[in-house]
């Protein structure tokens, strides 16, 4: 999950960022409102976590033009007011959830996580393919049975090829999905990651490479080489 955090505070913006990153989410911060919005209005965000009383442009501002623009990305607001009016208000301009200062951040990562479901079309909690299961609810990953010990990364990454149910996947759309904006696009990162999660997914081969292209999982060829794998394997 991709999340953009828009707060002036910045102890605070760096520590709600901090804290989704432990919970496996990619996240970008900006600390005014003209920042906020170019990044909101330029990246595909899942969430976006905006507080209302920004420096250069109004919280309600950014809220109502991604409205307006019927993005995908869900928004939530935060603000150190918790009138009714003002909630009333946040919700009419296009927030889909509001929270009041201070807050409990496991109520925040609650609120993040179901407002990401609602922002892409739903993926089941637990994903098989051949004998690799995967429960992004409990952020788990096994291979027959095996407990996976993946990074957040790594295990972002098989979730998005696992999604993907055999189509390619590019390694822009790895950068975009798994990694933040500081990832350089022309770093050896994505590579790297699905070098070390494919000598811990193990035999046979599970993900494979599409020259210049990208990366996929084939639902049917995987289930295809995990029975000849299990016929050609020593029996005892």
């Known amino acids: 999950m991709r999340v953009l955090v828009i707060e002036d505070e910045q102890q605070l913006a760096d520590a709600i960022a901090r804290g989704l990153r432990r919970h496996g989410m990619a996240v970008d911060v900006c600390y005014d409102g003209v920042a906020g919005h170019r990044e909101a209005t330029t990246i595909r965000y899942d969430v976006i976590v905006l507080d209302r009383d920004l420096p250069g442009m109004h919280g309600d501002q950014i809220c109502a033009d991604l409205a307006r623009r019927e993005v995908l990305t869900r928004v939530m607001m935060l603000t150190a007011?918790?009138?009714?009016?003002?909630?009333?208000?946040?919700?009419s301009i296009g927030a889909d959830d509001y929270l009041a200062?201070?807050?409990?951040?496991?109520?925040?990562?609650?609120?993040?996580?179901?407002?990401?479901?609602?922002?892409?079309?739903?993926?089941?909690?637990?994903?098989?393919?051949?004998?690799?299961?995967?429960?992004?609810?409990?952020?788990?990953?096994?291979?027959?049975?095996?407990?996976?010990?993946?990074?957040?990364?790594?295990?972002?990454?098989?979730?998005?090829?696992m999604k993907a149910n055999g189509a390619l996947v590019s390694t822009e759309e790895l950068l975009d999905r798994v990694w933040d904006s500081n990832a350089d696009p022309f770093t050896t990162?994505?590579?790297?990651?699905?070098?070390?999660?494919?000598?811990?997914?193990?035999?046979?081969?599970?993900?494979?490479n599409v020259p210049k292209a990208g990366y996929r999982i084939d639902p049917r060829q995987a289930s295809a080489d995990d029975a000849a794998h299990r016929d050609h394997a020593p029996r005892t």
Not at 81 to 91: E, H, K, P, Q, Y
């Open 101 to 161: 200062k201070p807050f409990a951040f496991d109520e925040l990562v609650a609120r993040v996580k179901a407002l990401g479901r609602r922002a892409t079309p739903a993926a089941p909690p637990v994903l098989q393919v051949a004998d690799v299961e995967l429960d992004s609810s409990t952020h788990t990953a096994t291979r027959a049975g095996r407990s996976l010990e993946l990074t957040h990364k790594e295990f972002g990454v098989l979730y998005e090829l």
């Open 81 to 91: 007011s918790s009138t009714i009016a003002d909630r009333v208000r946040g919700l």
């Open 189 to 208: 990162t994505v590579r790297v990651t699905i070098r070390t999660l494919r000598r811990k997914l193990g035999e046979p081969p599970l993900i494979h």
